[in-house]
């Protein structure tokens, strides 16, 4: 079994879990053991579906100012939450395949296994609601239409993205790939390297 065909089943579930509730403060519940790269995965994906449904939210023309303030912090804390586990994957891959000899012509890919992950958890968080889309019943058959086209091609774009990560996957257990993991160093959220916070500090 490939890394996709467990991880794809997983994240299929995380979604299908929120939407039996459908609610972005529902608790997470994890059926894998802490710890293991199934656990880790459902962790990922449901940090990124719940911040899906947070990113709808705020694009509320309506919302109350004071909420979406509320929201922005929380989607701001979600993306960080995100980038960790993201780097957590990454040691996994790192740490199995440690004892690998790399091959004298071996390249480094573009990204790191688990950032091509996150784009497919994501992906397929757009499946299942580009195919909601397709369901509607209250809509025209040009909005059906035009969402079937798009479906279709978020369905080649799984396959592919599917194909690449299991092959990159492939490759660095036999030493043609190697990986480097450069921790995301966001700015941000740091207060000694963001100007409007060390700013404030200083005046205090």
Known sequence: MT????????????????????????PINNPYGMGTIEYYLYLKCWIDTVQWHLE?????????PVEALQLKRRIDKSNQDRTDIVEMIDSYFLTAYSDVKQLPDATINTESPAWAVDRLSILELKIYHMQEQVGRQDVSSEHVETCQKKLNVL???????????????????????YMKVYKQMKMYNDPSTNPVLYKLKVKS
């Not at 990159?168 to 043609?176: K, P, S, T």
């Open 3 to 26: 890394f996709t065909q467990t991880a794809i089943p997983i994240f299929a579930k995380v979604v299908k879990d929120y939407h039996l509730i459908d609610d972005v403060d529902q």
């Open 155 to 177: 369905l080649e774009q799984k396959k592919d993205l599917s194909t690449a990560i299991d092959q990159l996957i492939a490759d660095i257990e036999v030493g043609r790939k």
């Open 56 to 64: 709808d939210l705020i694009r509320d023309p309506q919302i109350d």
